[in-house]
């Protein structure tokens, strides 16, 4: 066993992996998210300052306990918002992460539940004031055409059985802004618990030049596996290899607040072949905590809440076991995040 010196600690902030610890049993929680800085980086944790953002339609800056949001529609019925990037960003391939959360649900029912139609992930090369229509529409779609040349990703709450929606809360990745799944509804995906709970949501989207895969959850911890994946072929979709991206929201029958809390957006982003750090119980009270040492560079940190930013460095001794970093930790009572940063 060898004892590895600890390594430089460097300014960039990617979580690439995380761990819970709960009641002193070890549980690998998930989470693979690198980003490689590209031509344009769009990095709001905030919304105070929207400089290099047009916000379209009933969208609006607004005050509220999770800090300055961008609301792409309120609680009132038929509405339609959008918000987009001023400043075009490449898209042969790229990773963006946001945070959001749907409050205020009401109105009508569509037999399953109250409160429409959750919000869209849009790149689009038609214009920084694109909007398409309320409701179902959910502000990339519309009559007689939605916003065309682009990746429209929805996080719908409202079940609309003409666009062939597999149920009322559910993912889905379309395209040339057409809300309609199709027979079958391929490319969707049902999600639990509603997006429209009033929790915060995380979300992933990723595209390697092949696929986009998108991945949504309220723990903050991105999964080692999306829960949906489509190919297709950005740049022949956008007709460009450069595009504005953003995102849109509406309201009809039903309605609810719909807040963007943060955004990131990282273009020539590579997802695959991520360190991913494992743990293993050696104790009922010590676990070991491992990953590649081909990750060079990494510092490993731990946060006791993982909504929070108060992440500090392990300082625990990091030994070299075969070709893994290895940390022994002991356990504790309540929960426990890790993650690698660099």
Not at 129 to 158: C, H, K, Q, R, V
Not at 285 to 295: K, L
Request: proline share 5%.
């Amino acid at each position: 066993m060898k004892t590895r010196p600890k390594a430089d600690r460097l300014p960039l902030t990617p979580v690439i992996a995380g761990i819970q610890m709960r009641n002193f049993f070890a549980t690998c929680i998930v989470a693979a998210s690198v980003f490689r800085i590209g031509a344009i980086d769009y990095i709001f944790n905030n919304f105070t300052n929207t400089a290099n953002l047009a916000l379209n339609g009933n969208a609006v800056v607004t005050n509220t306990a999770d800090g300055f949001v961008i609301r792409l529609v309120t609680s009132e019925g038929w509405e339609t918002g959008s918000v987009f990037s001023t400043l075009p960003v490449q898209v042969s391939s790229f990773s963006a992460n946001f945070k959001f959360r749907i409050t205020n649900s009401g109105g009508g029912s569509d037999g399953i539940d109250s409160g429409a139609d959750g919000l869209a992930f849009i790149i689009q090369a038609v214009s920084t004031n694109a909007l398409g229509s309320y409701g179902g529409y959910l502000g990339y779609a519309g009559i007689p055409a939605g916003i065309t040349n682009s990746i429209d990703i929805e996080f719908d709450t409202w079940y609309n059985p003409e666009f062939h929606d597999p149920d009322s809360n559910h993912l889905g990745i379309n395209t040339n802004g057409v809300a309609d799944h199709g027979v079958g509804s391929p490319y969707t995906v049902h999600v639990d618990p509603r997006f429209d709970d009033g929790n915060l949501w995380f979300a992933w989207v990723d595209y390697d030049g092949t696929n986009v895969q998108v991945s949504a959850n309220e723990l903050g911890v991105r999964p080692q596996s999306p829960n949906l994946i489509r190919p297709l072929n950005a740049t022949n979709l956008i007709g460009n290899t450069n595009a504005f991206v953003g995102f849109s929201s509406g309201t009809g029958d039903g309605w609810e607040n719909v807040d963007v809390l943060s955004f990131e957006y990282h273009d020539n982003a590579i997802a695959a072949n991520l360190p991913v750090l494992q743990v293993s119980s050696i104790s009922t009270n010590s676990i070991t905590i491992s990953w590649p040492i081909s990750a060079i560079g990494f510092t490993l940190q731990e946060n006791s809440y993982l909504p929070t930013t108060n992440w500090i460095d392990v300082t625990n001794t990091i030994n070299v076991i075969g070709d893994q970093d290895q940390v022994n930790i002991p356990t504790t009572s309540g929960n426990r995040f890790y993650r690698l940063k660099r």
